[in-house]
């Protein structure tokens, strides 16, 4: 019998999750998404060469193509005292959430999802859990997103501004549109009062990056941003949780959009086929388990102060390709 699969969230991994499971024979799809969809969000509109692989298995790479992500095809870190470059291997993409959830939305429902603005019932069945984060922190020991979109000098870079506990990335996107995306412990963002113009000047680098670039949006802020993954997690019942809810990495690594559509469109097809979610686990964990270890580490080293002097050893491309989702 073919199954019928919920799939609660319509973002990236939702969407990625519907598309793969109706490829796989799914007999009906449901997408349950209860927020005003599509909006901005705070995300650092980066895609890795990887997703080329992961939308062509859902037959939309040439469809991407069609929205005119930004060729990125150079990769900056900056940090106080010092700064190293990198030619990427392959190029990268940058597209804001907005056109790229909107896409991604329309091609689900001409593929035949049915999609329903209203909470997600309780899960009964196949269901995937693609409903971003829903961990919560300590006050005053939290992280925060802020984000905004930028119009100026377009650069076919992806450039990482590290400062004060803070990282700020700025990229290009669509249709001549710059992302200025960062985050920052709460403690950082109280002692600015929360402006983000303010603390964005406070790296020298990246308030000169800045000149050449006129703010187009009120800053967007999101949080608490908690770290960590399901991988080790039990499977419970016929639930699989997919992008944020199975994982939130570091988004300095720049990760987050593909390993959301990578293991939503995995959930989408084990929901299908009724693949355990304990199986269905560790072939995420066998693909994602390094990318975070990584980035937990190198977190780990700018929260002591030493990711600085780490970046003099550790090759920026050697960091770059250690935080890929390892697709073989």
């Not at 209860?34 to 509109?45: A, I, L, N, W, Y």
């Not at 985050?183 to 002692?191: D, F, N, Q, R, T």
């Not at 690594?253 to 097809?269: D, F, I, K, V, W």
Request: net charge positive; aromatic share 10%; glycine share 10%.
């Amino acid at each position: 019998m073919q199954q019928v699969v919920s799939i609660h969230g319509g973002a990236l991994a939702g969407c990625a999750a519907a598309l793969a499971a109706l490829r796989a024979g799914a007999g009906a799809v449901r997408v349950f998404e209860k927020s005003r969809f599509p909006r901005h969000k705070v995300c650092g509109e980066f895609l890795s060469n990887g997703v080329e692989a992961v939308l062509r298995n859902l037959s939309l790479w040439d469809g991407f193509q069609s929205l005119a992500p930004a060729p990125i095809s150079r990769i900056a870190l900056h940090f106080p005292r010092k700064s190293s470059h990198l030619e990427l291997p392959k190029p990268c993409w940058g597209i804001s959430r907005f056109a790229l959830d909107v896409w991604l939305m329309r091609q689900a429902i001409t593929a035949g999802v049915e999609w329903r603005t209203e909470p997600a019932p309780r899960a009964d069945g196949p269901t995937v859990l693609a409903f971003g984060r829903k961990d919560t922190a300590s006050k005053g020991h939290r992280t925060f997103g802020f984000k905004a979109h930028h119009r100026g000098t377009i650069s076919d870079s992806i450039e990482l501004f590290f400062f004060d506990g803070c990282y700020v990335g700025v990229n290009p996107a669509e249709n001549g549109i710059t992302n200025v995306c960062g985050l920052g412990p709460e403690s950082v963002l109280k002692a600015h009062g929360f402006d983000y113009d303010a603390l964005c000047r406070r790296s020298p680098a990246l308030a000169e990056r800045l000149q050449s670039l006129t703010r187009h949006m009120d800053w967007l802020s999101v949080g608490p941003l908690v770290y960590g993954n399901r991988f080790h997690s039990p499977g419970e019942g016929s639930v699989y949780p997919a992008g944020d809810a199975l994982g939130f990495v570091d988004p300095f690594t720049g990760t987050g959009m593909l390993n959301a559509l990578l293991s939503g469109a995995l959930a989408g097809r084990a929901a299908a086929t009724g693949n355990p979610v304990d199986a269905y686990l560790r072939e995420c964990r066998s693909l994602l388990h390094r990318p975070f270890l990584v980035s937990s580490v190198f977190r780990a080293a700018m929260r002591s102060g030493l990711g600085e002097r780490a970046a003099g050893y550790v090759p920026a491309s050697l960091l770059f390709r250690l935080t890929r989702a390892h697709l073989g």
